[in-house]
């Protein structure tokens, strides 16, 4: 079952390609994305890593964690499933 992999720090000149380079030496990457900007199209400067297995993404959180990727130390954990926000309609 694939399991997905929150990394943080990344640098604004990271491509999903990139990414999915780096991770790909801990096993099968399911998929490699870069969280975006709506209104700038820029990094947020973190994404999102779904590799193959529970045992490859165990790898790869420790391999990578604190390693350096395009010239900044990398954060790497877990993701967590985040409950989405209903939409309130401006109103609180």
């Keep these: 079952m694939a399991k997905k992999i929150y990394v943080g720090n990344l640098s604004y000149h990271s491509t999903e390609d990139s990414l999915r380079n780096a ?27 779904e590799m193959g297995s529970d045992q490859a993404a165990s790898a790869a959180i420790a391999g990578m964690n604190g390693q350096e990727l395009d010239g900044r130390q990398l954060r790497v954990n877990e993701a967590n499933d985040k409950p989405r926000r209903e939409n309130t309609g401006g109103r609180w």
């Design 23 to 49: 991770f790909a030496q801990f096993g099968d990457v399911v998929s490699a994305n870069i969280v975006m900007d709506r209104y700038t199209g820029s990094s947020k400067g973190f994404g999102f890593v």
